[in-house]
């Protein structure tokens, strides 16, 4: 028997897995009516025929800013068809297109012009892009929306060209979305003068929030009677810790889901969401370590011998265990500092700036933030 046909023979407690995928879009967003709306107010404009302001979404990861801007996206795209109205939004994920090249060529393509990703020149790709905003035949004006998720990336890659570029492109409106709400520091003022944007803050989910968010997915994803009385709130409950992360409140659910199939179990069992949370953390932490340059790799190992000391992490003791660590190939004292931001990015350890009085001045105290076994393995794993 075929290999594929025998495992799908096989019984399960889902009925319907993509429904758990959090890059899902479902017909209703729970908890995201206020910031739909917020978004919808400024982009009511472009029904208008007039060019809405930038618009930037801040918020952890797992808010659920994404899903909102595409939920936005979609209703304007069809409030436009219904007018007959000359406007387009585009998505582009800066994880994809690192560069304002990159992204004004995607764009480009998106949009109907054939811009290759490399041999021309800038100048040539923005002139392409500008030149689709001039009157089509009906003489109606094109207003482009686009949306810049994880900006913050592209920003630290290349700088903010990019958003130069956009905002002096007449008809282009910008919803940037970023997870700190501190990333506007890589855009020189000249840029931050001509952004002018309003700012949607999307606070952290609530357990409760979580589980309503929980329990319309599970409607759809699981057969009937699979799910453990325990198994949505316990979800809830882990995630709300996790800074009320949606992401992985759904990534819980579904992998206690995969493990009561791996038992051969009718029924989603809340032990079973342990053991999801033990496996989900082991393998996030696990992939983000292995793809950290040996340099950063280094600097965590030091903040973990530190941590289990329990020993008080200055950036001064760090880079002493630090060059220590590194047996004579190591860097700067200055590096360690874009390296301490960069493992904060991450969510691996997070820094705190306490006063230590008049003559003594300000210290950056760091502290780990994930499971001191868990990185151990991942660290030593490798």
């Given at each position: ?85 000359n ?25 109907g ?94 357990a ?17 009677n ?5 198994v ?42 342990r ?22 790799q ?22 002493e ?16 500092f874009d ?44």
């Open positions: 028997m075929n290999i594929f046909e025998e495992l799908g023979e096989k019984k399960t407690v889902f009925a319907d897995k993509q429904y758990l995928d959090h890059r899902f879009l479902p017909d209703n967003l729970p908890h995201r009516e206020e910031q739909i709306k917020s978004i919808a107010k400024y982009w009511i404009e472009a029904l208008n025929n007039v060019t809405p302001p930038d618009i930037t979404i801040y918020g952890k990861t797992g808010t659920g800013k994404t899903a909102v801007a595409k939920f936005a996206m979609k209703q304007l795209k069809e409030a436009a068809k219904n007018n007959d109205l406007i387009r939004t585009e998505y582009i994920r800066c994880t994809d297109y690192t560069t304002e090249y990159q992204v004004i060529a995607r764009l480009c393509q998106q949009m012009r054939d811009v290759p990703y490399r041999g021309w020149t800038k100048a040539e790709v923005i002139n392409t892009f500008r030149n689709l905003f001039k009157k089509n035949a009906f003489g109606k004006d094109l207003i482009l929306l686009v949306v810049l998720d994880e900006i913050d990336i592209l920003l630290r890659n290349d700088g903010d060209g990019l958003l130069y570029t956009l905002t002096r492109t007449d008809n282009v409106s910008i919803l940037s979305i970023s997870n700190y709400v501190d990333f506007k520091k890589f855009i020189k003022p000249r840029v931050r003068s001509s952004l002018r944007d309003r700012e949607i803050v999307f606070p952290p989910y609530g409760q929030q979580l589980v309503d968010i929980l329990e319309e997915r599970s409607k759809l994803s699981f057969k009937e699979a799910l453990g009385d325990d949505i709130p316990l979800c809830a409950a882990l995630a709300a810790k996790e800074e009320g992360d949606a992401r992985y409140a759904l990534d819980l659910l579904r992998t206690s889901g995969e493990l009561s199939d791996e038992k051969e179990s009718d029924i989603v069992q809340g032990d079973y969401v053991e999801a949370k033990d496996y989900i953390e082991h393998n996030k932490i696990t992939d983000i370590i292995m793809t950290l340059p040996s340099q950063q280094r600097v965590l190992e030091s903040i973990l011998y530190l941590t289990k000391r329990k020993e008080e992490i200055t950036s001064g003791r760090l880079f265990v630090y060059k220590d660590v590194s047996r004579g190939d190591s860097v700067s004292y200055r590096r360690i390296f301490i931001n960069e493992l904060e990015m991450l969510g691996l350890i997070s820094t705190n700036t306490v006063s230590r009085g008049r003559a003594k001045g300000r210290t950056n105290i760091i502290d780990l933030q994930c499971d001191t076994t868990v990185l151990e393995d991942a660290i030593w794993g490798m």
